[in-house]
């Protein structure tokens, strides 16, 4: 069995913390005891309340968003963050979390996404912050509603919100999470639409106003992909350690 510290090393050697944007945090977010074996990960998009419950008979939880994103003050029950770290803390459950640097590694979220989406010529992108976090390629010419469905049937999402240039789409940019940043970069590398998780309404209306489709799946579905990586990353490198998915869902709901 490998232990807490020796699973994150391997993973930090494969998705660097140099991929990250300079406001990010993430990396080995709790950890009471390093040296503890690992037989039972628990894989979440986020160490919600309700996933640290779940997590009884894990030591390692693994999520994408960091549990603690945000500089703390102190660490209370009082508070729902520090009522989460001192449970994980109790029960000796790990976190650890891989963001940005997820999204812009070989092979990682936006390289998942690009490959559901049948993009061919596969390009990196990003701005001044993450240079190579989102991906841009070439795809079989479709029109607006028949990429529309595709991503629901594709990412399960039960609805979107588009901003349609009324055109028809041959260049592709797909960008897990929040994409707003990567509107206007993605028109300058000549896509036609950009898929992503969320954006502002006056990012979305002045990118389509500039001439770039855009559709919003839900910061959720476009990043709960993340699982199947770090599945295989287990399935080769650590075959006796477990790993499940959570059951309770991280989603906020359409009513």
Not at 21 to 33: F, H, I, K, T
Not at 147 to 173: F, H, Q, S, W
Request: hydrophobic residues 40%.
């Amino acid at each position: 069995m490998a232990s807490v510290k020796e699973i994150y090393r391997e993973l930090d050697a494969l998705i660097p913390r140099s991929l990250s944007a300079s406001w990010d945090n993430d990396g080995l977010m709790v950890c009471p005891d390093g040296d503890r074996e690992v037989r039972r990960v628990l894989l979440s998009l986020d160490a919600t309340a309700a996933v640290c419950r779940e997590a009884d008979g894990c030591e390692l939880i693994l999520t994408h968003h960091p549990v603690i994103f945000r500089r703390q003050g102190d660490v209370s029950s009082e508070k729902p963050l520090g009522e989460k770290i001192i449970s994980l803390i109790k029960k000796d459950v790990a976190v650890m979390s891989f963001h940005t640097r997820f999204d812009a590694c070989d092979g990682g979220m936006n390289d998942i996404l690009a490959r559901k989406f049948g993009l061919s010529n596969v390009q990196k992108f990003g701005d001044d912050e993450a240079p190579t976090l989102a991906r841009i390629g070439d795809v079989d010419k479709i029109s607006t509603p028949e990429l529309c469905e595709k991503v629901k049937l594709t990412l399960g999402t039960p609805r979107l919100l588009c901003a349609d240039a009324r055109k028809p789409i041959k260049r592709l940019a797909v960008c897990g999470g929040g994409g707003g940043d990567f509107l206007i970069p993605a028109l300058e590398l000549g896509a036609d639409a950009i898929i992503t998780g969320e954006c502002s309404y006056n990012s979305a209306i002045d990118a389509r106003d500039a001439g770039i489709t855009v559709i919003e799946a839900g910061h959720y579905y476009t990043e709960a992909v993340f699982a199947a990586f770090f599945e295989e990353f287990f399935a080769e490198n650590h075959p006796n350690i477990e790993v499940v998915r959570s059951r309770v869902g991280c989603e906020i709901q359409a009513i």
